[in-house]
Every structure is written in C-alpha cells, then in structure tokens.
T-cell receptor
Framework: GQNIDQPTEMTATEGAIVQINCTYQ??????LFWYQQHAGEAPTFLSY????GLEEKGRFSSFLSRSKGYSYLLLKELQMKDSASYLC?????????FGKGNQVVVIP | GAGVSQTPSNKVTEKGKYVELRCDPI?????LYWYRQSLGQGPEFLIY????????DSGLPNDRFFAVRPEGSVSTLKIQRTERGDSAVYLC???????????FGPGTRLTVL
C-alpha cells in the first residue's frame, strides 16, 4: 500500500523561503515528484528525485532521503503567484501515489 | 507544443446516467493515465495505458468504470450508472513512456446530481 503525508496549509510572506515536507511509506519506489496546482487547474510538474540528495531548479529545490522516506520542496524568493497547492507524489509500478497537497498562501 | 487536452471541461449529469470523458494526450506519448481528484485531496490513480492496452487498471473503483484507447492515442473514460459519489475532477496525464514524467491535462469536472 501507499501512504503519503504532507502538512495541509502554510502562510508565508512574499520574498521569504518556505519548506514543504513530505514523508512516505510505499511498497515500491521509482522516484518522487513535486507538482504545483493552482485552484481549478491541472497539476504542473516542478521537480523529480530518484537518488538521494538535492536537485536545484531556479527558485525551487527538492531533496530526497530514500532511507528515511522523506522529501522536501524548498521555494525561495516567494512570489504572489506561488500561492498554490504543492503535491508530493511517489512513483511505483508506473503509477503516481499523491499526498493530499500542501496549500501555500503567500501574503504581501 | 500542445499539451494534454480533455473534453468536456465540465459535465453535469443525473444519477444513473452514462457519461464519457475524453483525453487527447501529448503527441507521441505512448503512456496515458487517468486519475480522479476529490476536493481537498490529491489525485487518485485509476488506470494506466501503454499503447492500446490497459497495463494497470487496478485503480478503477468498480465495474461501472471502464476506459479504452483503441488507437493508442485518444482515450475515453466511461462511467455507467453514475452515482453522486462519482462527482470529482477526472484528470488525464501522459508521458513518453511509463518511466517518464507525467504531464496533466486540465481535467473534466464531473457533477452527478
């Protein structure tokens, strides 16, 4: 079975840094994905980790520890447009198992 | 290039009716996925196609749900005898293969009255 846990909501100030955590327990593992989803829109791909360590991609970075079943997404220099839900998903046997998503609200 | 497209964007139906939801994947993507997302939840896997065949349909909740992809491109998700609990956003995603990044369409919001 799959169990993906994420905190539900956080508020942060424009220009700040925010870290979104994800813990998982899965029967198989073939990579961890982060998606951004604005209200009423499709999830859009942000980052992918399959090996332990940090992947940096502009203002977004993602970290993975397979032994701990843990990942985080780091958002730097927050902008108002970053207000969205951030979904952590584990790939196993070609399917993605998603957490509930973490709603980030950016305030001026 | 064009992304994944889904039609209709919204579908309202009555309990007991039959509905079809369509997905056009990114051109050249051999893998296609259907997910269902309820309010406040992450997407939940339904079915995965590799080419024309359903490689994994273990996420379909019951036999009222069926999906086809006859030519290995467009897919249709079919729901018979709809129930109020089927109300959700149905998302389609595609990837170049089963091991690559999945790209999502805008979804179809299904409301069963």
């Amino acid at each position: 079975g799959q169990n993906i846990d994420q905190p539900t909501e956080m508020t942060a100030t424009e220009g700040a840094i925010v870290q979104i955590n994800c813990t998982y327990q899965t029967s198989g593992f073939n990579g961890l994905f982060w998606y951004q989803q604005h209200a009423g829109e499709a999830p859009t791909f942000l980052s992918y980790n399959v090996l332990d360590g940090l992947e940096e991609k502009g203002r977004f970075s993602s970290f993975l520890s397979r032994s701990k079943g843990y990942s985080y997404l780091l958002l730097k220099e927050l902008q108002m447009k970053d207000s969205a839900s951030y979904l952590c998903a584990v790939r196993s046997n070609n399917r993605l198992a998603f957490g509930k998503g973490n709603q980030v609200v950016v305030i001026p | 290039g064009a992304g994944v497209s889904q039609t209709p964007s919204n579908k309202v139906t009555e309990k007991g009716k039959y509905v079809e939801l369509r997905c056009d994947p990114i051109s050249g993507h051999t893998a296609l996925y259907w997910y269902r997302q309820s309010l406040g939840q992450g997407p939940e896997f339904l079915i995965y196609f590799q080419g024309t065949g359903a490689a994994d349909d273990s996420g379909l909740p019951n036999d009222r749900f069926f999906a086809v992809r006859p030519e290995g491109s467009v897919s249709t998700l079919k729901i018979q005898r709809t129930e109020r609990g089927d109300s959700a956003v149905y998302l389609c995603a595609s990837s170049t293969s089963g091991t690559d990044t999945q790209y999502f369409g805008p979804g179809t919001r299904l409301t069963v009255l």
